[in-house]
């Protein structure tokens, strides 16, 4: 997972509740990324970004927000307007945006 | 679009046997590839890529890949499978000048002793 952490571990949520996801890269890394992993569907990009104060909607943005004000923190916010938010949650980071993406651990996210 | 499909959900094979992950791949221009592996409740540690050049591909573990541009695929192979190796693999396709990557859905590898 080199230097790349999540946290927390596992979150847990009640129905109406906004929560923050953390994610801090140590790596010197210009782009982020935040990705949602449910079973048989692989990983699909919420959102991304490719420098500080910048950042771009994915596949699935719809009750998620971010914000990136340094370079290291890429945090991650499920709003209550996301329908389904129980799922792993996966931070990413690379050099350059097409560079390779390497990965921190992960949070697990579920609603009560 | 691009997109990824890896038609095995599960592999099952003998420690010390061969192991092959299939992918295939659709891109419009030219791919970048690569393939992933995530143990139970982590988060995805890179094995290897294929940017261009030779054909055949090694990276961690023992891993290695074939990028075929006829065949659209880029197969993971192990010569010798290790208990181990048992866990969740994932093959990944951009093109080269943009970000985004597109994931398969996974494949559960299986490697009994």
Redesign the interface.
Known sequence: DGGITQSPKYLFRKEGQNVTLSCEQNLNHDAMYWYRQDPGQGLRLIYYSQIVNDFQKGDIAEGYSVSREKKESFPLTVTSAQKNPTAFYLCASSAIPTDTQYFGPGTRLTVL | AQS?AQPE?QVNVAEGNPLTVKCTYSVSGNPYL?W?VQYP??????LL?YITGDNLVKGSYGFEAEFNKSQTSFHLKKPSALVSDSALY?CAVRE??????S????TTVTVRA
């Open positions: 990824v959900d690569f992933y409740n982590r988060g995805l540690q890179f890529k994932f080269s000048n943009d970000y985004k990557l994931f398969g859905a996974g």
